[in-house]
């Protein structure tokens, strides 16, 4: 799923449930132009959340994910953003800078919500990795 945007993602979605854009944005209650925007990236600004969470049911998607994607936090984590405000600008600034130390954060998320994907395992040291045969 990389290069994956939230444009695309809703695109082939639409196209996969048959919908046209007029449809679905009956459907979703969005403007079809403004949906015509988001799906070619070209929006002024992301919808907000409840437009997302229509969008991910009527084409089934992750709308945890979908929110993500197009660049806002869910609004579930907006209390740990808020009680963690010191700590947040550091551990953001180290997931963006040191890519080994976010894979072993993001790695070690996954494995806690049991959805290590066969890609993140690969990514496994050997001796962690359960592909390895060991």
């Given amino acids: ?22 449809s ?7 403007d079809f132009t403004y ?16 437009a997302i969470k229509s ?3 009527h084409l089934n998607l992750d709308a945890e994910r979908l929110i993500c994607l197009a660049g ?3 609004q579930l984590y907006e209390e740990v953003l808020k009680n963690n405000y010191d700590q947040m600008p ?3 600034r180290r997931l963006r800078e040191n890519p080994e130390f976010a894979q072993k954060v993001f790695l070690a998320a996954m494995e806690e919500d049991n959805v290590v994907s066969d890609q993140a395992i690969s990514l496994l040291p050997e001796d962690r990795n359960p ?3 060991q």
Avoid: C, W
């Avoid at 695309?8 to 048959?18: E, F, T, Y």
């Avoid at 949906?35 to 409840?50: G, Q």
């Fill in 131 to 133: 592909a390895s045969g």
């Fill in 90 to 92: 550091v551990l953001l």
């Fill in 55 to 57: 969008l991910a049911r």
């Fill in 1 to 22: 799923m990389q290069n994956q945007t939230f444009g695309r993602v809703i695109r082939q979605a639409r196209k996969d449930k048959g919908h046209s854009q007029r």
């Fill in 24 to 30: 679905l944005a009956v459907l979703v209650k969005l």
């Fill in 72 to 74: 806002r936090i869910p």
């Fill in 35 to 50: 949906l015509s925007k988001l799906e070619n990236d070209r929006a002024d600004y992301p919808p907000k959340e409840e």
